[in-house]
């Protein structure tokens, strides 16, 4: 039998986490012949101790052959301990009248705290995943603060936007997901991200033909995808949690396992690639074997594509601007 991988993960009361734990600890994310052991971290407050006490409960009474352990943890130095792989989902949320670079402020601080303690106490090959927002910069402040980690182990989720692609895309002409290959999302995890199908094919055929549809794709496909999150919002009450968790554990799935030569899209420290500058996190189409990941080169990017492509670059840039000040 396999030796059991630790799964630490931030937030693990919150909405996302609880669709995300009861999928990891069945086997669903690392494979179901791999026994997990879940590192589980709060705030210190009692209420969220407590109803992580209670998801806890839920999770024993699943009794779920492949867990081979769980603990509670209000200090990011013992939850992180030989992490295999954390899930950083534990943000600060936008309180009211807390105006932008309040935000951003309060999760620099969060992620300077995780990012050190990861460099201080988790495995050497930890594979990071920042579900948390502003995600990509909070990647990257996570990253840049713990400097005996290859860069490389810290990721931005993408793949919820990318997943969102590939449904409207798939609505759009009538044919499965499964036909769909090679689309990605470039930038940052927000409305400026860009969701790109000029490479794309379904059923083997340009995808961009088959739509031949310009205005749709820049008046509803575009903004569809874009605003997903607000549109969620509006109609459940509720920001989207079970299909968040979802991306979480594909993105995570396809890191490990790999992906056999099939693009996605990983928000991930860029090597210089098409003009992002080194180090940013950004949204990349990449394939991924043997546990690492890989940037699609040479892609010819079009005008429009060019565009949209420096504006999400822009966001991301005045974003980590605004927090300069706190990773150096
Ligand atoms: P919830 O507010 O339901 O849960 C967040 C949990 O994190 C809370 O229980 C809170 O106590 C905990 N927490 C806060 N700070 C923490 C810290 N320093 N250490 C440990 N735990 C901490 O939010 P939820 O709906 O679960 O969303 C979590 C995050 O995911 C949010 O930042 C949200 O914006 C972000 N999202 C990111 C997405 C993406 O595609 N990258 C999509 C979904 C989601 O909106």
Known sequence: AKAPMRVAVTGAA???????????????MLGKDQPVILQLLEIPDEKAQKALKGVMMEIDDCAFPLLAGMTAHSDPMTAFKDADVALLVGARPRGPGMERKDLLEANAQIFTVQGKALDAVASRNVKVLVVGNPANTNAYIAMKSAPNLPAKNFTAMLRLDHNRALTQLAQKVGKPITSIEKLCVWGNHSPTMY???????????????????????????????????AAIIEARGLSSAASAANAAIDHVRDWVLGTNGKWTTM???SDGSYGIPEGTVFGFPVTTENGEYKIIKGLEIDAFSQER???TLKELMEERDGVKHLVG
């Open 14 to 28: 919150g909405q996302i986490g609880y669709s995300l734990l009861f999928r990891i600890a069945n086997g669903d």
């Open 309 to 311: 492509i420096n504006l």
């Open 267 to 269: 928000g991930i420290p």
């Open 195 to 229: 969701a790109d199908f000029t490479h794309a094919t379904i059923d083997d055929q340009p995808a961009k033909a088959l739509v031949n549809d310009e205005a749709w794709t820049k008046d509803v496909y575009l903004p569809t995808v874009g605003k997903r999150g």
